[in-house]
């Protein structure tokens, strides 16, 4: 056989293998076979030495055009082969997007944290900043920069959990009316601020006590701020937690920290002031507590109480959910049964 036909066997068979390789690693070896340093073609290349020299250029390109040849056949087979790979990677990967997935149980944000987020945010609306104070808190704000010392009788109204004979768990959220006062720099503008959070009593709990409940403090100081302010300010609260119908009154009260104190009502959101169960047929519920800020208090806080004035308030978002939901049982926000839970699904 001439060099030539040798060639021409080679192209052939390789041709042939190409076309039947169905991997790339395959081909890849059929490449370095024929093509490689070792292969065949070399293998003719160095044999040419031996040729004349008229046949040496002839079977030169005639081998070069083969090597050639079947370099762009190795080429062509490894993108087809590299596609069907890929391909093959798409199918096995494959999702498929409309089977139905598994259902994970999904948490909802407690009762009682939707309603102060709720109230929170009428606060924030009427721009008031929503500050945050501590649950274990020293006796002096809970009790002293409140108009309560320590001798005082209305301390006996909170019955505490004392850690110290000086830190406690708060009682109230009253001491960040303290805490926020003394940082305030009226020379920015007043102060208004509401406070949510955890309270702690030496309470024996039943349906209507919790040794744990919340507070929503609220608190406003600056220059000729009235009673009036307070009434505005609670009216609005009211009609957007319990319907644009609702009245308040206020009835005087008790609170060391406040002069003049409220006690305040609103009109019953169940029966519009007719009498039903939930007012106890006087078509008033009380609500929350309030008052004009202690001279006391602010002076003790660093506040000129001949120059500023405010009022503060504090709210039970327990109870107003106890009311809004008809929960009979305060125990119940606390007893984290699912099945009580899952009923206030929030938005
Ligand atoms: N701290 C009072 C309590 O726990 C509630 C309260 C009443 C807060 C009147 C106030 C207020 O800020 O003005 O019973």
Not at 61 to 74: H, K, T, V
Not at 317 to 336: C, E, Q
Request: aromatic share 8%.
């Amino acid at each position: 056989m001439s060099l030539q036909e040798k060639l021409e066997a080679l192209k052939h068979e390789t041709l042939a293998k190409i076309e039947a390789a169905t991997d790339l690693v395959v081909l890849n070896q059929i490449r370095v076979e024929t093509l490689g340093k070792k292969g065949p073609i070399t293998e003719v290349l160095r044999g040419m030495k031996d040729l004349s020299a008229e046949e040496r250029p002839k079977v030169g390109s005639f081998a070069n055009e083969i090597r050639d040849a079947l370099a762009e056949q190795l080429e062509a087979r490894k993108e087809v082969l590299e596609q069907e790979a890929m391909d093959a990677a798409l199918a096995k990967e494959r999702i498929d997007v409309t089977l139905s997935g598994k259902q994970m149980p999904i948490g909802t944000r407690h009762v009682l944290t939707q309603i102060m987020e709720e109230m929170e945010d009428i606060f924030v609306g009427m721009g008031y900043q929503v500050v945050e104070g501590y649950e274990v808190e020293k006796d002096h704000y809970n009790f002293e920069r409140m108009n309560l010392p320590k001798d005082h009788p209305a301390r006996d109204m909170q019955d505490t959990f004392y850690i110290t004979d000086e830190i406690l768990l708060r009682t109230h959220t009253s001491p960040v009316q303290a805490r926020t006062m003394e940082k305030h720099d009226f020379s920015k503008g007043p102060l208004r601020m509401v406070s949510p959070g955890k309270v702690f009593r030496r309470d024996t709990d039943d349906a209507t006590h919790s040794h744990q409940f919340h507070q929503i403090e609220g608190l406003v100081i600056d220059k000729n701020v009235t009673m009036g302010d307070l009434k505005g300010t609670l009216e609005v609260l009211m009609q957007k937690m319990f319907g644009e119908d609702r009245e308040i009154r206020l009835r005087p009260s008790y609170f060391p920290f406040t002069e003049p104190s409220v006690e305040v009502d609103v009109s019953c959101f169940k029966c519009g002031g007719q009498g039903c169960n939930v007012c106890k047929q006087t078509g008033w519920i009380e609500i929350l507590g309030a008052g004009m800020v202690h001279p006391n208090v602010l002076e003790m806080s660093g506040i000129d109480s001949t120059k500023y004035s405010g009022f503060a308030f504090g709210l039970g978002p327990d109870r107003i959910a106890m009311l809004r939901y008809g929960v009979n049982d305060i125990r119940d926000f606390y007893h984290n049964d699912i099945r009580f839970i899952h009923q206030f699904k929030g938005e």
